[in-house]
């Protein structure tokens, strides 16, 4: 699934060989850290490759989102050059390795190889996962490190509760002290992922909550008479831990700003130059907190009007993707041709999430199983947020994060399909149940491959005749 998800991200990444949608920012963002090492003012049209480098401002820029992303951006420019390949590798292999993360994460869960690789292969051929992961946006790096962040907590999980059975074995009343290392490598993720976006934060409080859940419910599990008092004597010192290193992390990101006597707000509105270091870094810090109070204003009064704005509501509907590149081309063959890219879910696919999360509902309740409960938190951290900002302007591909674990979902149900419920029963409707759920089955992911077979064209820039593009605007709102 790996290898089938690094051929449709990497074959023709170069295309289109020019800047498309927001790599007119992240790009040019990206090679200025490597130049100055904060992001630079790029002077107007000069985010294209002129002699092989962005055309630079005077100044540092105003920029409202944290580094690191940028500086993944950077590593493939400093390897490739600034081309478009060079700056869409690092998304490429982002998404590369997120497929096989989430390969992995769902043959730990559903305890099967095969459900694990249908779950790979949708989250390959989904639309927004392979657009996203051949541009040179943040999104998908933000989506990488929650998707490793969850691997982690579900490690820790499967750690805390082979320390109890232990305990319970050896008669004791309590596991003795550990360092709960994968909950530290999970901080240390989701520092990443707000070091990408700060949006990850919402899946950092989502992700806080499961760990809560996970070690009251072992302490309940084992028959613990305080479980509360217990999780708070024990496990505090950890979260606290956790929460220092989200923090490092996070600042370790903006090491560029605060090497830099260049940086945007760097000694404003407190001038340190010159100070002891005590004093430089107290208003250095103060420098940037200010930094990131004009950062935060901005984005809670982003309400503008904008052609390919989306809220939250439409996203699962497929309501209003995001046009990333549009041309009148040609040599395809034909009188009139286009050239695109549409940030656009497999339909098959992304219209199939909601019955798909009505039916894990329904089947966590009815199992009390953790698992679904982990994927639906998991899943709704990404996107039942937005909806308590309305007036906020919003795009689909804030939706990606999510992805993963709603294809998550869609493993669930399509293992409920092929195995045996509780009550054992063998057949439904006079067919074995198990033959007929892998029928099923098979019969959908067959179909959400075809769907993006055929939309494919649509996705990497190929040029095509026009009226092949419009035969794939299935929807008025997607024109």
Same mark, same amino acid.
């Given at each position: 699934?790996t ?7 990497l074959?023709h ?6 800047i ?19 992001e ?22 105003? $920029?409202?989102?944290?580094p #690191?992303g ?14 478009p390949?060079?700056? /869409?590798?690092?998304?490429? %292999?982002?998404?590369?390795v @997120? ?7 769902? !043959?730990?869960?559903?305890?099967? %190889? ?25 999104d ?5 490190f929650?998707?490793a ?8 999980r =499967?750690?805390?509760?082979?320390r ?7 008669g ?8 709960p ?5 999970? +901080?240390?993720? #989701? ?8 949006s ?5 409080l989502?992700?806080l909550?499961?760990?809560? *859940? ?5 302490? /309940?599990s084992?028959g613990?008479p305080?479980?509360?008092? @217990?999780?708070?004597?024990?496990? @505090? ?6 929460g ?7 600042l370790?990101? *903006?090491?560029?700003?605060?090497? @830099? ?11 340190v &130059?010159? +100070?002891?270091?005590?004093? !430089? ?12 109070? !004009?950062s ?19 996203? #699962? ?18 009188e ?11 339909? %098959?696919?992304?219209?199939?999430? #909601? ?13 009390? =199983? ?6 639906? %938190? ?8 937005w ?12 939706a990606?994060?999510?992805e ?23 057949? $439904? ?11 099923i089955?098979?019969?959908?992911v ?14 990497t820039?190929? $040029? ?7 035969? &794939? ?7």
């Amino acid at each position: 699934m790996t290898g089938i998800a690094a051929i449709i991200r990497l074959v023709h990444l170069d295309r289109p060989g020019q800047i498309i949608f927001d790599e007119t920012y992240y790009a040019p963002n990206a090679y200025a850290l490597l130049r100055y090492g904060v992001e630079w003012q790029v002077v107007e049209g000069g985010a294209n490759p002129v002699d092989g480098a962005p055309v630079f401002g005077d100044g540092p820029a105003y $920029v409202v989102h944290p580094p #690191l992303g940028k500086w993944l951006i950077a590593a493939g420019e400093a390897a490739l050059g600034y081309n478009p390949m060079g700056w /869409r590798i690092s998304a490429a %292999v982002a998404g590369i390795v @997120s497929v096989l993360l989430i390969t992995r994460i769902a !043959q730990r869960l559903f305890g099967s %190889v095969v459900l694990g690789a249908a779950v790979g292969l949708l989250v390959a051929l989904d639309g927004i996962h392979v657009v996203t992961s051949r541009s040179a946006l943040l999104d998908i790096f933000l989506a990488l490190f929650v998707v490793a962040a969850f691997a982690a907590l579900l490690r820790d999980r =499967d750690w805390q509760r082979r320390r109890w059975l232990a305990a319970l074995t050896a008669g004791r009343e309590r596991p003795p002290t550990a360092l709960p290392w994968w909950r530290f490598a999970a +901080a240390a993720l #989701l520092g990443c992922a707000v070091a990408v976006k700060w949006s990850a934060g919402f899946h950092l409080l989502a992700f806080l909550a499961l760990t809560l *859940w996970w070690d009251w419910g072992v302490r /309940r599990s084992v028959g613990h008479p305080r479980p509360i008092r @217990s999780l708070l004597r024990d496990e @505090s010192p950890g979260l606290l831990a956790s929460g220092a290193i989200v923090l490092v992390v996070y600042l370790a990101s *903006w090491s560029g700003w605060f090497a @830099s006597d260049q940086g945007y707000h760097r000694f404003s509105p407190v001038d340190v &130059r010159g +100070a002891s270091w005590p004093v !430089q870094l107290i208003g250095s810090v103060w420098n940037l907190i200010h930094y990131h109070l !004009q950062s935060l204003e901005f984005h809670a009064g982003l309400d503008s009007a904008h052609p390919y704005a989306s809220p939250a509501w439409q996203w #699962l509907l497929l309501g209003r993707p995001t046009a990333f590149h549009w041309a009148a081309e040609e040599g395809c063959g034909a009188e009139h041709c286009a050239s695109t890219v549409l940030l656009l879910g497999t339909p %098959v696919l992304w219209w199939s999430f #909601l019955p798909v999360l009505a039916v894990l509902v329904w089947l966590g309740i009815a199992r009390r =199983d953790w698992r679904a409960g982990a994927i639906l %938190v998991a899943a709704g951290a990404g996107i039942v947020p937005w909806f308590f900002f309305p007036e906020r302007v919003m795009f689909y591909f804030y939706a990606l994060p999510s992805e993963p674990f709603l294809v998550l979902a869609v493993g669930y149900v399509l293992g409920a399909l092929i195995t045996p419920g509780p009550s054992g029963r063998t057949t $439904v409707f006079g067919f074995d149940r198990r033959f007929l759920g892998t029928l099923i089955a098979g019969g959908y992911v067959l179909l959400v491959a075809v769907c993006f077979a055929y939309f494919y064209p649509i996705y990497t820039g190929e $040029v095509i005749p026009y009226h092949a593009w419009q035969a &794939r605007m299935w929807v008025s709102s997607w024109i």
